[in-house]
């Protein structure tokens, strides 16, 4: 696990795992130059985004969201900034 982001607007996992996967769009991710391929897993409540050089999961708990994200070696010094944006991003949609 690289991250665990509390909930600030859902008040429950399903309720925060339908808003991440509203605001996960194939507009939303083109807007960072990368291509991806977005699954969502209703039953466990979870998103993954593959790409090239990366691999972003996300699995919604009852009140908050754990976010694990592997990098290509020459991503990894981007690490902390990438989390810092995701982090952002679930805090205001979550």
Not at 14 to 40: I, M, Q, R, S
Request: hydrophobic share 40%.
């Amino acid at each position: 696990m690289s991250l665990k982001v509390n909930y600030n607007k859902a008040s429950s996992q399903e309720e925060a795992y339908n808003l991440g996967k509203a605001a996960v769009t194939p507009e939303y991710v083109a807007k960072f130059n990368v291509k991806a391929d977005v699954a969502t897993d209703d039953g466990n409540f979870s998103m993954l985004a593959k790409g090239k050089g990366f691999e972003l999961k996300l699995k919604f708990e009852d009140s908050y969201c754990l976010v694990d994200l592997d990098l290509s070696f020459m991503l990894k010094p981007l690490k902390g900034k990438i989390l810092e944006t995701i982090e952002g991003k679930i805090k205001k949609t979550v």
